[in-house]
């Protein structure tokens, strides 16, 4: 997952294109694909179990247990218990081919093969799946922008304006004073120990699930930005 | 809905031209306005008017004086704050940052003159405004409510005078007596609040009213942190809740605050407290404003300007973006965003690209705490949600009891980066 290398100088590129977050999809063509599903499965207002389960509400469900009442093949069930959920990236792998999952599933369909043909399915099936604006856990609805990892990251100068700006964020919850009730203070730290602990987060070593979240969204020229502007904040 | 028609033809109907040009107002100096001083609104004067350096002359609109958080007022319900420690003043953006700070009501918003009235008379030239009035109710969504009938029974959605009404309420019930909530339908408020607030009345019933009960009447199928509530209830308070689905008519309700009943699907329940959580729209001054579409305000997801006007920014509960829940958090996050595109607009200041995030803590019982976050980015057509977490079913409660504090050390943090 993290070896994205690109041996570059990203600065510049990074910040002169805003970085927009891709879409899934585009959802009206995959209402058009999906044609080839509708035979067996239904989406939307109404949608009901057919020859295959409906889909409504099928993001960041557990396999086998989307549709009630459904008789889902033993391979899906079990599937299911061992943890399947069905995210993104575990859906686009059942549409390419069904049997990379569930090898005795009754899903019978030889996959969609182009990348983007999937995506825009998936577009398209998201919709009547929970909405993150209502249900914050519900799963995401779109692809982050790619954060870029270049070498040599502990040598990187930060740009303390540009850490300034992404210090807003730290802000809601480190307090911009040192003060330290309940969330740790981050203020006039070694530049080092807060580059390393940063990566340490963002790579998923330290367990908090903020930081985690925080950090893995962090290029590292961002990480640098905010250990030169939290190193010399008075 | 009232769209102001002048204003609207005045600008056109536009999701059109969203580039900026900076501007200068007729001192030399650009004007900011700010209508509202909660999460969003504070925090974006706060933020324009510290990293501006006095470049942009800050004025912020707030009817009173203090200002009591939602975030943190069911702990108060709960005995877990003194209602003095969710109240702030705007003392300090006055005195630290030079923020003009108004005690009014902005009643009026002349999109062509570009200026804002107040109630008080006054008129405020503008050469940006940023909007972030929370919201308001949706008349006749609760059949029976309206906010004539708010001390009878409460809504205690916009934290202050309702919430110590509805405590003094809740402490006031006879013995074994029914507190009732008629829960909101999406999209509102904090989507996890009337669940806590549903833990921090079981947690204070418990101790001053144990064989007390408590009813939901909910209109949705599912809400936020779900399995979460309900597991606490269960361990926390069994028996005590019950929620009536819409399955079994819980979104078909009607009240009588005279009577002091509450009617489920026609089985009508004499109740003692009844916490009435209404539908929710934009705060009425973007209706003013002509800048809604429906019940919300629409934004452009990158600068958090508003579609219909370039010129209007506006955050938090009142917009709808796409996938951020409507919460503090969220419209503190969105202030920042809006903050650094005004900068850039208006002063030519570096404009990076926009991120967004948001985590909602829960206390379920003392150092029972829980939560849900995600990180978001700019898409063309939405605010959307890339990345997230929440707090697990069965966690130990050393980590409970760490969300807790953690919850404690945010509310620290996210009013001084509002306040200063």
């Known amino acids: 997952m993290y070896g994205n290398v690109v041996r570059s100088v990203v600065v510049s590129v990074a910040l002169a294109a805003p970085a927009l977050a891709d879409e899934i999809g585009d959802a ?18 109404g949608a009901e179990n057919g020859i295959g389960p409906h889909l409504n509400g099928i993001f960041g469900r557990n396999a086998g247990s989307v549709a009630e009442g459904f008789p889902y093949s033993d391979g899906l069930k079990r599937a299911g218990a061992d943890g399947l959920v069905w995210h993104l990236d575990k859906l686009d792998a059942y549409l390419t081919h069904p049997k990379l999952l569930v090898s005795d599933t009754r899903m019978n369909f030889d996959g969609l093969e182009e990348p983007q043909d999937r995506a825009d399915v998936l577009a398209y099936l998201r919709i009547y799946s929970d909405d993150p604006g209502n249900i914050p856990e519900a799963d995401p609805t779109a692809i982050p922008a790619e954060v870029q990892l270049p070498e040599d990251i502990l040598a990187l100068v930060g ?34 120990d807060f580059v390393m602990a940063m990566h340490a987060y963002k790579r998923k070593i330290r367990p908090h699930p903020v930081m985690q979240m925080m950090a893995g969204r962090l290029s590292d020229e961002e990480i640098a930005a905010l250990a030169a502007y939290f190193r010399d904040i008075e | 809905m009232t769209l102001n028609r002048r204003a609207f033809i005045g600008t056109g109907a536009a999701a059109a031209a969203m580039l900026s040009a900076p501007m200068l107002g007729a001192q030399g100096k650009p004007r900011v306005v700010v209508v509202g001083g909660g999460a969003g609104g504070a925090t974006a004067a706060r933020y324009i008017a510290k990293d501006s350096d006095g470049a942009i002359d800050v004025t912020l609109v707030e009817p009173t004086r203090a200002y009591y958080t939602c975030f943190f007022s069911n702990l108060y319900i709960g005995g877990f704050r003194e209602l003095s420690s969710i109240g702030h003043s705007y003392g300090t953006l006055a005195s630290e940052y030079g923020v003009n700070v108004v005690h009014d009501w902005a009643v009026g918003i002349d999109r062509e003159a570009k200026t804002v009235t107040l109630a008080g008379g006054a008129v405020l030239p503008y050469d940006r405004l940023i909007l972030s009035p929370g919201i308001d109710f949706v008349e006749e969504s609760v059949p029976g ?55 921090m009345v079981a947690h204070l019933l418990k101790q001053i009213n144990p064989t007390a009960k408590i009813l939901i009447a909910d209109p949705k199928d599912k809400f936020s942190k779900q399995a979460l509530f309900e597991e606490g209830w269960q361990k926390h308070y069994g028996g005590m809740v019950e929620r009536i689905g819409p399955d079994f008519g819980g979104g078909n309700v009607s009240v009588n605050p005279d009577e002091m009943t509450l009617d489920i699907d026609g089985s009508v329940e004499n109740v003692n407290v009844c916490n009435v959580i209404p539908a ?26 508003s579609r219909m006007d370039e010129n209007i920014h506006v955050l938090g509960d009142a917009t709808s973006q796409g996938d951020m829940p409507k919460s503090g958090y969220s419209a503190n996050s969105q202030a920042k965003v809006a903050a650094m595109a005004v900068r850039g607009a208006l002063t030519d200041s570096k404009v990076f690209p926009a991120k967004f995030s948001n985590t909602c803590w829960s206390l379920i019982d003392a150092d029972d705490g829980v939560k849900v976050g995600a990180s978001y980015e700019a898409t063309e057509e939405k605010i959307a949600k890339v990345d997230g977490f929440i707090s697990q079913t069965g966690e130990d409660a050393a980590l409970r009891k760490a969300t807790y504090e953690e919850s404690v050390g945010w509310y620290a943090g996210i009013t001084e980066d509002m306040f200063g």
């Not at chain 1, 009206?28 to 207002?45: A, D, P, S, T, Y």
């Open chain 2, 145 to 199: 409510w309206s906010v004539a009938a708010q001390n009878k029974m409460p809504h205690a959605y916009k934290a202050g005078s309702q919430t110590e009404l509805l405590k003094a309420q809740i402490e006031a019930m006879p013995e074994g007596g029914l507190y009732a909530m008629v829960a909101p339908p999406n999209p509102y408020r904090c989507p996890p609040g009337p669940y806590e607030r549903i833990s």
């Open chain 1, 28 to 45: 009206e063509r995959g209402k058009e694909i999906f044609e080839l599903c509708g035979g067996c499965h239904e989406v939307g207002n």
């Open chain 2, 280 to 305: 929710q729209k934009a705060g009425r001054i973007c209706d003013m404003a002509g800048i809604t579409e429906g019940n919300w305000a629409p934004v452009v997801p990158a600068t958090m300007q």
């Open chain 1, 159 to 192: 740009d303390a304006e540009y850490g300034a700006y992404l210090s807003s964020e730290c802000k809601t919850c480190h307090q911009a004073d040192g003060n330290d009730d309940g969330i740790p203070s981050i203020t006039n730290w070694p530049q080092e």
